[in-house]
């Protein structure tokens, strides 16, 4: 597992590395397509880059913090920075957007008139195929890593290309048709489509920051714990996780028959984390050992057990609502 950590952390600063490099180049290329046309919409482009570079660079910040192992004043990690990250990324995005629309607002009443477009349109068009597959690589990469802030800084980088294919698409009915006005209007729309992207970047991070409940990790502990109960557990409930970083945090109560010493208790706390691994690389599994008593008998499968003081009488459905809530027998 130690092993598995170390080369996540090393990827995922890699990848961010190559992000904030790539997104300086596209910075200046950007901005030299800018200076030569005056086109509202490649400014609106440029804008966005910069706003990339500031959140890769506090990216690349969030990793390098949140590979810290877990200490006294943070008990569980530094992983929860990856959150502010993409929180931050997600509300530069929207401060930009505004710029752009300002800008755009501007240039329509004042009525500024690009210049050389097809020069800036061939430096934007190449830009933007960089970008899309910089952010492809960097959202498989932060899949594959576990890592929030990868993933939120590649849907940025996805849609700063989008952006710049966008932008291509409208200088070149700007060159044919010659309506100079498509300029700043096509700004405006790339505005409204990366105020779109923040908002659900920022979203996302509010949801992590307050634990909300991940419906896709839940349904794969449950299934796992589900296709592989033993007979002898009776009882699985108060089922919790948490992500911090890359790390999921699990813990629940087992009920298992009243006679298991400690050290057979001990060996299915390691039987479910060793499950729990082969989807979940990084992960830490706490459980809560109860001991069955009368009033689970009519519950409990184990069909050999010399103290059953009735015979199962009442099937119930495991699975991730059963796992949530209370014991069996509270129900």
Request: hydrophobic share 45%; with cysteine.
């Amino acid at each position: 597992m130690q092993k598995f950590e170390q080369n996540n952390i090393t990827d995922k600063k890699k990848a961010a590395w190559l992000s904030l490099t790539v997104g300086l180049a596209m910075f200046i290329s950007k901005s030299i397509a800018y200076l030569n046309t005056n086109s509202t919409a490649i400014y609106s482009d440029a804008a966005e880059s910069v706003v990339h570079i500031a959140a890769t660079g506090f990216a690349l910040y969030s990793i390098y913090l949140s590979s810290k192992p877990a200490d006294e004043t943070h008990l569980f990690g530094y992983g929860k920075i990856e959150f502010f990250s993409a929180g931050l990324e997600g509300l530069l995005i929207i401060i930009a957007a505004f710029a752009i629309i300002y800008n755009s607002v501007k240039n329509i009443l004042t009525g500024i008139l690009p210049e050389q477009l097809d020069i800036g349109t061939t430096i934007i068009a190449t830009a933007g195929i960089i970008n899309l597959l910089l952010g492809f690589y960097l959202i498989k990469k932060g899949k594959s890593t576990n890592s929030l802030t990868l993933v939120a800084d590649g849907k940025h980088v996805l849609t700063d290309s989008y952006t710049s294919l966008g932008v291509v698409a409208g200088l070149i009915l700007v060159l044919i048709t010659n309506y100079v006005t498509l300029d700043p209007l096509i700004a405006i729309a790339v505005a409204l489509n990366i105020l779109f992207t923040g908002y659900k970047l920022i979203r996302e991070s509010f949801g992590g920051l307050m634990n909300k409940t991940d419906l896709e990790i839940l349904n794969t502990i449950s299934d796992l714990l589900t296709q592989n109960k033993r007979e002898y557990w009776i009882d699985i409930h108060h089922l919790r996780f948490w992500k911090s970083g890359e790390i999921i945090f699990v813990d629940f109560h087992l009920i298992l028959p009243f006679y298991f010493t400690i050290k057979e208790s001990h060996h299915e706390e390691e039987f479910v984390e060793d499950l729990l691994q082969s989807k979940f690389p990084l992960v830490s599994v706490r459980i809560h050992m109860d001991y069955c008593k009368e009033e689970v008998c009519k519950f409990c499968d184990l069909k050999k057990c010399e103290f059953r003081k009735e015979e199962k009488s009442i099937n119930f459905e495991w699975g991730s609502k059963k796992y949530l809530g209370d014991p069996i027998y509270m129900q």
